[in-house]
């Protein structure tokens, strides 16, 4: 589930998240083994600020199991 929903996240372009880096979310969502999670997406940049951007995700079965969650991640590059 971590990385479909970083599959998604990767979907968005440079430019359009240059504008509110940093930026991050939180949703409910149902796991597909039909589980209640939490999906926690961040856009950080990677390195320096104005360069590649990092797409971060977590996805975990509430507070208390963050740590134990599934993680995915990704870098959506500066193109000039």
Do not use: H
């Not at 939490?38 to 390195?47: D, F, K, S, T």
């Not at 360069?51 to 995915?72: F, N, P």
């Amino acid at each position: 589930m971590a990385a479909d929903e970083l599959s998604r996240g990767m979907t968005l372009t440079w430019r359009d998240l240059s504008r509110v880096i940093p930026w991050g979310d939180t949703f409910e969502g149902i796991s597909p083994g039909g589980r209640d999670v939490e999906v926690e997406r961040n856009y950080l940049w990677a390195a320096g600020e104005g360069g590649d951007i990092l797409c971060e995700v977590a996805v975990y079965g509430g507070a208390s199991r963050y740590d134990q969650g599934a993680r995915a991640r990704g870098v959506i590059s500066r193109k000039e």
